[in-house]
């Protein structure tokens, strides 16, 4: 069953569980819906998982960047009287949560990055999206999965309709060209926030060079690698993703 998106304040979230804040942060192009093995499984072992809705496409063009996205995050912690939060980002999701980690180091008990971007990323690959082309898009969205068929029709003509809304292409650009920018390798190894990552080896968009490289600069990090396993290991392998991250925060008693 799908969760239902509350309404509190400014905020639009999917709310499932109690016990341990877990926070989850969507990427550039991918929805709520991207994270449904997550909110199925880790609801039932003690954690309270969020995933807020990011105004990707409401900021203001200037104030369109990664580290508004990093404040707007800790206003909703705030909003929702939260804290020890767990983060868990995918792609400019897992980019987020490092820089928010950064900015409120005391709010954040463990960071949990999948294809994050914050140290390089092709997510244009080798042009930008090309509006009215759906094959094109197609093949795109295919191509950020190791399995083509994880791209289904549904994720499909979402990316198609964003690339054909001038003022939401306008803005992904402005977000992708933000995330390059903002290249957080000088502080990564200042940053000691317990560090799960977990990563694709087929991932095109981040490839797994980005995670060993993740892996050396943050002190207290771990890297799990999944098989055959794109950009997105929570949508592609959704159990082995849970199993690896279970395991982890088990481990690690949070």
Known sequence: MKPEIKKEGKFRFIEVGEGTPMIILHGLMGGLSNFHGVTDYFPKKGYRVLVPELPIYDMPMLKT???????????FIEFKELKDVILLGNSLGGHIGLLHTKLYPQMVKALVITGSSGLYESAMGDGYPKRGDYEFIKKK??????????ATKEIVDEVFETVNDRMKLVKTLAIAKSAIRHNMSKDLPKMKTPTCIIWGEN?????????REFHELLPDSELF??????????????????????????????
Not at 141 to 146: G, K, R, T
């Open 65 to 75: 960047n990664v580290k508004n996205f990093a404040k707007f995050l800790e206003k």
């Open 141 to 150: 969205a295919q191509d950020v999965f190791y399995d083509p068929k994880v």
């Open 203 to 211: 991932d095109s968009v981040t490839p797994p060079n980005v995670a």
């Open 225 to 254: 690698w999944i098989e055959k396993c794109g950009h997105a290991p929570m949508m592609e392998h959704p159990e082995e993703f849970n199993q690896i991250l279970d395991a982890w925060l088990q481990k690690r008693k949070f």
